[in-house]
């Protein structure tokens, strides 16, 4: 199984627990805690030390970026057509402007890697199309790379630990789905998981999160029809007494503009916070690759109530949609700009299907590739 999170390191005392923390995959590695098969930085060195990030990728990785160029067909085609000539010319840039906008980039973004693709182009000295192709590549690869960044587990301290994640979300973005692919990944590398089901709204959503719990032999805390933020401080509660690494929260689906639900999502924040001082460590918004523009807006909206620190972009596969992570990564960008405060706001993984294995860490140039290819 691919793994996908860094875990911080733990008091120099007891190497040999770092050990047992870290999966098989990574046994013959340093004793310092390193990214757990977690991608590299675009075009960044690759240590020896980490198996996953030889040149050569795992047969699963494999496998699913094969999906993920699949996925990303119907966004990328109507992009790579603009390349099928033997002329670059003011009437290619015409055409990748619209391909862009039809993929969703947003005129913003569509502007910055039109601008940048043409400062390339002439640096390069480019005369074929083709190579003009991979240029954008590389553009793109650039402007998605502050996006990328390992998911951290455990942190020093006595309220570090457990890691606490709530997940929020519009309806039908795929959260508890998320939830029981991720709880599987961290149980697979030895992760103490406890799930809390905050969402008491949504018809079915304890049962379905029981499902994904007794599937991946995890413990949940559920209350019939309970308060969301009552449940959530339970969790957290029983996760710091039974010892467990990480709790995640499900929340109930929102739309930004229900401004008195959002104040729900509020109070489980605050509720968390008083559970266990510093948290959450993460707030993961579930984005619809499907929404296009409309998941920029999500991502604002949810930022501005909640301090997000992380996303999850799923079902990319068959999505006409998926330069929308363009536009994300330029507004998170200007957003690092505004307030030194914030980071780039980094999409933690990226989805393209139902199975288990179909949620995998982002990497910036493996998309960009499979977007162009």
Not at 30 to 53: N, Q
Not at 96 to 106: Q, T
Request: aromatic fraction near 4%; glycine fraction near 8%; charge should be neutral.
């Amino acid at each position: 199984m691919f793994s996908f999170f860094r875990k911080k390191a733990p008091p120099p005392a007891a190497p040999e627990t770092a050990a047992a923390a870290v999966p098989t995959a990574t046994a013959n590695a340093a004793a310092a805690p390193v990214d757990v098969a977690a991608p590299p930085p675009s075009g960044g060195a690759v240590p020896a030390a980490e198996p996953a990030a030889a040149p050569a990728a795992s047969a699963p990785r494999a496998g699913w970026l094969d999906r993920l160029r699949a996925g990303l067909r119907k966004t990328g085609s109507s992009i790579t057509q603009v390349f099928t000539g033997t002329r670059i010319d003011d009437a290619l840039y015409e055409e990748l402007e619209a391909a862009l906008l039809m993929a969703d980039a947003g005129i913003k973004a569509t502007e910055y890697l039109l601008a940048d693709l043409r400062r390339r182009v002439k640096d390069a000295k480019a005369t074929d199309p083709q190579q003009v192709k991979a240029l954008l590549v590389d553009a793109v690869s650039e402007l998605l790379a502050p996006l990328q960044r390992p998911l951290v587990i455990g942190g020093e301290g006595a309220d570090a630990t457990p890691t606490v994640i709530m997940v929020v979300g519009v309806n039908g973005a795929g959260k508890t789905t998320s939830i029981g692919k991720l709880t599987r990944h961290l149980a697979d590398a030895e992760q103490k998981v406890l799930l809390a089901a905050a969402d008491t709204f949504r018809a079915a959503a304890r049962e379905q999160l029981a499902v994904w719990a007794d599937r991946n032999r995890v413990e949940i805390v559920a209350q019939a029809g309970g308060d969301p933020a009552a449940v959530t401080y339970d969790a957290v509660v029983a996760g710091r007494s039974r010892g467990c690494d990480v709790v995640i929260a499900d929340t109930a689906g929102r739309l930004p503009t229900q401004l008195h639900l959002m104040e729900e999502l509020k109070k489980i924040r605050r509720t968390i916070g008083k559970a266990q001082a510093g948290a959450p460590h993460e707030v993961l918004l579930i984005v619809d690759g499907n929404t296009g523009q409309n998941a920029l807006a999500q991502v604002k909206a949810f930022d501005d109530a909640l301090q997000l620190t992380g996303l999850v972009v799923t079902k990319l596969d068959g999505t006409a949609k998926g330069g929308v992570l363009a536009a994300i990564a330029l507004w998170s960008r200007e957003r690092a700009q505004r307030d030194a405060a914030h980071r780039p706001l980094p999409v933690y993984f990226i989805g393209v299907g139902e199975k288990l294995e179909d949620l995998q860490t982002f990497d910036a140039r493996e998309f960009a590739q499979a977007l162009l290819d």
